[in-house]
Each structure stands twice: as C-alpha cells, then as structure tokens.
C-alpha cells in the first residue's frame, strides 16, 4: 500500500501530465508529439500488468475491466506512437554522441539489473525473496519478469544497435531514456512514500541513493532530449 500511494502520486504529477503535453503536440501538428508519447504509454502498459497480474485476486473485482481497458489503450498508444515517429523528423547527431547514448544506455541495464543481484545466489542455493514482497510474491514475480524478460535485454539491443548505426534504434532510444526516467521517479517516490509511513522495509541511505540515481537520468534524458526541440516541423 505504501508503494502504491507513491506510484499513484508519479501518475498524477508525472505521467498524466506528459501524456497531456503528447496530446497537445499531436494535436498541433507539432513531429515531437509521438516521441513524447511512447514513455508514458510505455509506462503505463509496465504498471498496468502488474496491476492485474500483482494482487492475486481470487475474485472478479470491479476494477479489472478498467485496468485491462488501460492496459489495451496504453499498449495501442505505444505502438500506434512508435510506428508515426518518421526516422527523418530526428535530429541528426554525432556518431560520438550517438556512443554516448549507446554506452549510457549499458549502464542503465545495469542498474535497472542491479536489485536483482541478490537473486542469483538465492536461486542457486536457496532462498527468499525480499521481504517486502513476502505477502504479495506475484508483484515481485511480474516486475522481475517484466525488468529482466523485457526491459534489460530491449536496453542492451538498443545499445547495441546504435553502435551498429541501426535505423530503428535512433528512434527507440527517446522512448527508452523517457521511460527510464519515470520508473526512476516512481521507484524514488514509492521508497519515499514507505520512508513517510515508517516503513521497515526502506532505509534513508537507500532513498538518498535513488535520488542521486534520479537526479542523473533526468538529466542525461533532457540531454538526449535537447536536440529534439530544437528545431519543429509538421507530423
């Protein structure tokens, strides 16, 4: 409950307001609005997942309908944004630049890998998941499902990509950077929700880190992100 009320405080501050300001762009005609588009669908389809698959229902509740329609719409979104991002609307960048993307990028695959270490030797002589998680393993299940199934091995191939000077790859690594700077938000601001309620599940050293964690990928997206509102043209 603790983390949730942090989720749903990103979703009110962050996502609903960035998926406005995508809305707008689209609506004026403006080439950055899909880009702007892909994180928070991206997001919300990461979210909604757990949002059904997480609480172990064993019953029909009335919100599950609604969660699948936004989980349905936000996927939809996502691919509808991606496939009208034109490759030739982006902004040329160096090939030193592009380096940069493409190592920065291996470093947000090892942080996003980087809660997970723990499990390794767990699964290998056993043991539990992390305590937190105790009462509700299928959340811990999924989000490690989603990070590790999905999420690292798309951020590596794009990494890769872009040292290969892959096309499509130009495109992902705006929706990627955007959507890894609102988990980063919502994971700082969930461990600040527990760290409010006297949580005995987060430490203050842990929040700090997150926030410096944060503080870097905002600013590493907002670089990445500079080029791209520099100039305008027409969708």
Same mark, same amino acid.
């Not at 490759?87 to 960048?93: F, R, Y």
């Given at each position: =409950?603790?983390?949730?009320?942090?989720?749903?405080?990103?979703?009110?501050?962050?996502?609903?307001?960035?998926?406005?300001?995508?809305?707008?762009?689209?609506?004026?005609?403006?080439?950055?609005?899909?880009?702007?588009?892909?994180?928070?669908?991206?997001?919300?389809?990461?979210?909604?997942?757990?949002?059904?698959?997480?609480?172990?229902?064993?019953?029909?509740?009335?919100?599950?309908?609604?969660?699948?329609? =936004?989980?349905?719409?936000?996927?939809?979104?996502?691919?509808?944004?991606?496939?009208?991002?034109?490759?030739?609307?982006?902004?040329?960048?160096?090939?030193?630049?592009?380096?940069?993307?493409?190592?920065?990028?291996?470093?947000?695959?090892?942080?996003?890998?980087?809660?997970?270490?723990?499990?390794?030797?767990? =699964?290998?002589?056993?043991?539990?998941?992390?305590?937190?998680?105790?009462?509700?393993?299928?959340? #811990?299940?999924?989000?490690?499902?989603?990070?590790?199934?999905?999420?690292?091995?798309?951020?590596?191939?794009?990494?890769?990509?872009?040292?290969?000077?892959?096309?499509?790859?130009?495109?992902?690594? #705006?929706?990627?950077?955007?959507?890894?700077? &609102?988990?980063?938000?919502?994971?700082?601001?969930?461990?600040?929700? =527990?760290?409010?309620?006297?949580?005995?599940?987060?430490?203050?050293?842990?929040?700090?880190?997150?926030?410096?964690?944060?503080?870097? &990928?905002?600013?590493?997206?907002?670089?990445?992100?500079?080029?791209?509102?520099?100039?305008?043209?027409?969708?």
């Amino acid at each position: =409950m603790n983390q949730t009320l942090g989720l749903e405080a990103v979703s009110l501050l962050v996502v609903a307001p960035s998926s406005a300001l995508a809305a707008v762009l689209v609506l004026r005609g403006d080439r950055t609005g899909h880009i702007v588009a892909i994180p928070p669908a991206a997001y919300t389809t990461y979210m909604f997942v757990q949002y059904i698959i997480g609480p172990q229902y064993v019953e029909y509740p009335p919100v599950i309908p609604f969660h699948l329609a =936004m989980l349905i719409l936000s996927g939809t979104l996502l691919v509808y944004s991606w496939n009208h991002v034109r490759v030739e609307d982006l902004p040329t960048v160096s090939s030193q630049r592009e380096r940069i993307y493409s190592w920065v990028l291996l470093l947000f695959a090892l942080f996003a890998s980087f809660g997970y270490l723990f499990a390794v030797p767990r =699964m290998l002589a056993g043991g539990t998941i992390p305590a937190e998680y105790i009462d509700d393993p299928s959340v #811990y299940w999924t989000v490690f499902l989603l990070d590790l199934g999905i999420v690292v091995p798309i951020t590596v191939a794009v990494s890769l990509s872009l040292l290969r000077g892959a096309v499509w790859a130009r495109k992902a690594i #705006y929706g990627l950077v955007g959507w890894y700077t &609102i988990v980063t938000i919502a994971v700082l601001a969930l461990f600040v929700s =527990m760290l409010i309620h006297d949580d005995p599940n987060v430490a203050v050293d842990t929040v700090v880190l997150l926030f410096i964690a944060t503080l870097l &990928i905002t600013a590493f997206t907002v670089w990445v992100y500079r080029p791209l509102f520099r100039r305008t043209s027409p969708i």
